[in-house]
């Protein structure tokens, strides 16, 4: 059930229960803000989710309050991603959905990194 990304940060929340390490996740890189790790329902041969570590539920939230040293780790966790899966080789898609509207269903900000095969278009007419 997509969220209201406009609610605070619920620290129930499934990412924030895998970065207690209440839960399982297969990592694909940690650094000292971030996590990424396989989505657990991959839509594409590649698709990695990466997260910041700090309670943040969306990208405006997140650019608002985290500190830079937060936010140049994460751009970076991103583009370390595609490099490492291999996605930057033939072309990959970032997403984060926000809200409702964009059907976000996990509300800890997250980007999905998507590659491995050609995407499609960008949005279904
Ligand atoms: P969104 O719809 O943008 O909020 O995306 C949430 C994503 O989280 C979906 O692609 C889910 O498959 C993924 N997901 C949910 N639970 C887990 C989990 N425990 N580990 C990895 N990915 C998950």
Redesign the pocket.
């Known amino acids: 059930m ?2 209201d990304a406009k609610r605070p940060y619920e620290e129930g929340n ?2 924030a ?2 970065l207690r390490g209440e ?4 990592t694909v890189l940690e650094t000292e803000h971030s996590l990424a ?7 594409a041969p590649i ?1 990695v ?1 990466v997260i910041p570590k700090g309670p943040y539920v969306s990208w405006d939230d997140f650019a608002a309050k985290a500190s830079d040293a937060e936010i140049v780790d994460f751009v970076r966790a991103v583009g370390e991603v595609a490099r490492m899966t291999g996605a930057n080789a033939q072309g990959y898609r970032l ?3 926000v809200g409702k509207r ?6 800890h900000l ?1 980007v ?1 990194v998507f590659g491995g095969a050609p995407l499609g278009p960008m949005l279904a007419r």
Do not use: A
């Open positions: 997509p969220i499934i990412f229960r895998v839960l399982p996740n297969k790790f396989h989505d657990i329902s991959p839509l698709h989710l997403l984060s959905n964009s059907g976000q269903e996990v509300p997250h999905h």
